[in-house]
């Protein structure tokens, strides 16, 4: 179990800088702000600072409830959980001061007794986890689209839970158990982070736009809708356009002369889709054209003629949208032909 916790604190380490680099250099989401990437910095250096104590503790250095970095970095990461989770979702809802009282959960660093803090601190926690989970199911609406995500979700929730149970039972089990389940929860926690950001790159984008047309006000009450769809309409038709592998969003709205956040409800509302969905469906309705008419292209030539970054990308998008692999679409076709 030494070995394996080693491990996992290792990898965690690692994941959570090339975490917090994707999240600030190379996701494009609309409305991303310094608040969102402050307190990410802040939620991934405690979980950091979490795993470098268990990492120490499990190669013969001191209790981490016993080092104060440790115990600091616990009692921040919910409330940096909190906010991260708030502002990444939810990027356009204003700044209230009573937010102010998500910061308390820090002063339960100043109860000497660690077996009455940490109880009140994880159930703290647990209830973060819940919210974000009620969060984001109320966009069952749209279940299909983010089965993936519903799922990572529900575990992480779960984990909080389990968290939970395990804080009140640390007066009555050895520390070491905590530690290694602790350990071992941030790990699975980041490599599903991972899995998801691999199989949907616009993941937190695509969840951030559904809540807030769930819950935040809309953005096209002043917009020709009907001639905003056309003029999108145009623009796609041309290839140009979408074989542009560094199309953005915002790009597209200047084009149109609307705003990212106004074209981004368009598709979602009118077109009942994301974005991204949006452009992958027009790239891969390109590729099935290209994969018949040109039998001796090879398939990574037509993925990247057609707007994709990689093969894998053009491979996960293609699956995505017909439920079967370029080679597979492409036999299937020359048969019938």
């Not at 616990?74 to 959980?81: E, G, K, Q, W, Y």
Request: hydrophobic share 55%; proline share 5%.
């Amino acid at each position: 179990m030494e070995i394996f916790s080693l491990a996992i604190a290792g990898f965690s380490i690692v994941i959570a800088a090339v975490l917090w680099l994707t999240y600030v250099a190379f996701l494009e989401i609309p409305g991303k702000s310094a608040h969102s990437i402050l307190s990410c910095t802040v939620l991934l250096g405690a979980l950091v600072a979490l795993q470098l104590g268990h990492l120490l503790y499990f190669t013969g250095g001191p209790a981490p409830l016993a080092t104060v970095a440790y115990r600091t970095a616990l009692f921040v990461a919910p409330t940096s959980f909190f906010f991260f989770g708030r502002w990444a979702l939810l990027p356009d809802e204003p700044f209230r001061p009573a937010m102010l009282l998500h910061l308390l959960p820090i002063a339960l660093l100043l109860i000497p007794r660690l077996d009455v803090s940490l109880p009140m601190l994880f159930a703290v926690g647990a209830g973060y986890a819940l919210w974000l989970g009620r969060l984001v199911y109320g966009l069952r609406a749209r279940r299909k689209q983010f089965r993936f995500e519903f799922f990572w979700f529900g575990v992480m929730s779960a984990f909080g839970v389990g968290v939970l149970v395990l804080g009140f039972a640390i007066p009555y089990i050895d520390q070491a158990w905590f530690y290694h389940f602790y350990c071992n929860a941030i790990g699975a926690a980041f490599a599903i982070m991972v899995v998801a950001l691999i199989a949907n790159p616009d993941l937190i984008a695509d969840l951030s736009e559904a809540a807030r047309l769930r819950y935040g006000k809309s953005t096209l009450r002043d917009v020709d809708v009907d001639g905003l769809l056309a003029r999108l309409a145009g623009q796609m038709a041309d290839p140009k356009v979408y074989r542009n592998e560094a199309l953005t969003l915002s790009t597209l709205a200047a084009d149109l002369g609307v705003s990212g956040h106004q074209l981004s409800e368009l598709v979602n509302t009118r077109l009942g889709m994301s974005f991204p969905r949006y452009m992958r469906e027009h790239r891969v309705a390109a590729a099935k054209l290209m994969l018949v008419a040109e039998p001796t292209a090879s398939i990574l030539a037509i993925g990247m003629d057609t707007g994709f970054k990689s093969s894998s990308t053009f491979y996960a998008a293609f699956k995505e949208v017909t439920g079967q692999s370029p080679g597979d679409y492409r036999k299937a076709n020359a048969k019938d032909s």
